[in-house]
């Protein structure tokens, strides 16, 4: 595998006695679109946060970009910050914010910039999350669902990050808002030579967006692999996942 973005070792993560994650060790190189997946509750969505630094009650090693989560100085917080972007599954808006207001609470931390500046830096990561111009006037309530997952990314690559964590981006959105959506994540991944850590339920998007796919199961990473080689994998889950009728219909090649 090239370089190690994110490089996980023995996490264990636990909430009270139930333990969610136990010696859980994970590699995303650089420059890959790694799909998270694993059944209801096994600690994906925890992960993700803990990767991020948003869960510090647990043990193990976690680095991302070589910068130890939690960070041990400024200097090592400030990289990471201004290097990971991240979409909660509901956008995770201020609500009390417009759009414009949300994108920019992130560039607030960079110093020198001037409040123009701040707002056209927000309308360019508004417009490449495919929303229009307008909607950066408009409170997030005043949005759509599919509007706001979008307002959500512009929020996350307003620092302009190298590593984007994106959690169910697709959950509750209509097919073809789906279908949409994947088609922007691949296409914003390739242009700006993102790292993607994505945790899904949807095939489709596995197979849209994903160049390996990491399974959570038994409080670890089970397996990592392409698509194609999670078909040979003998484990109950995975193999429910990967070749029921809603993985069948997400083939590409199906028929
Ligand atoms: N702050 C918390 N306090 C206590 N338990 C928690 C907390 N956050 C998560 N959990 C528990 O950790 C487990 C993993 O939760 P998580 O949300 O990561 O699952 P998931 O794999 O993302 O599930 P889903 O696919 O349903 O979203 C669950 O049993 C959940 O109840």
């Known amino acids: 595998m090239s370089e190690a973005i994110i490089r996980v070792r023995g996490l264990v993560t636990r909430f009270g006695s139930h333990v969610v994650h136990d010696r859980l060790d994970l590699d995303v190189a650089r420059g890959e679109i790694l799909g998270v997946v694993g059944g209801s509750g096994t600690g994906k969505s925890?992960?993700?946060?803990?990767?991020?630094?948003?869960?510090?009650?647990?043990?193990?090693?976690?680095?991302?970009?070589g910068t130890p989560v939690p960070a041990r100085t400024a200097a090592?917080?400030?990289?990471?910050?201004?290097?990971?972007?991240?979409?909660?599954?509901?956008?995770?808006?201020?609500?009390?914010?417009?759009?414009?207001?949300?994108?920019?609470?992130?560039?607030r931390r960079v110093a020198g910039l001037s409040a123009r500046t701040r707002a056209e830096l927000a309308d360019l990561k508004i417009s490449m999350a495919g929303l229009p111009y307008a909607a950066g006037d408009n409170y997030p309530s005043e949005l759509s669902g599919g509007m706001r997952k979008r307002a959500g990314l512009a929020r996350a690559l307003a620092l302009d990050p190298e590593v984007l964590f994106l959690d169910e981006p697709t959950a509750g959105l209509d097919p073809i808002g789906a279908a949409a959506f994947d088609r922007l994540i691949h296409g914003l991944t390739q242009s700006l030579g993102l790292t993607v850590f994505l945790v899904t339920h949807d095939l489709d998007t596995l197979h849209a967006v994903c160049d390996r796919v990491a399974v959570l199961a038994e409080k670890r990473v089970l397996v990592t692999g392409t698509m194609e080689e999670m078909l040979d994998v003998d484990h109950p889950w995975v193999r429910d996942y990967f070749h029921g009728p809603r993985a069948r219909a997400a083939r590409p090649d199906r028929g």
């Open 46 to 65: 925890v992960l993700l946060r803990t990767i991020v630094g948003l869960n510090p009650a647990r043990v193990g090693e976690i680095e991302v970009l």
């Open 76 to 107: 090592e917080r400030a990289r990471l910050e201004g290097n990971i972007g991240v979409m909660f599954q509901d956008g995770a808006l201020f609500s009390s914010l417009t759009v414009r207001e949300n994108v920019e609470v992130p560039l």
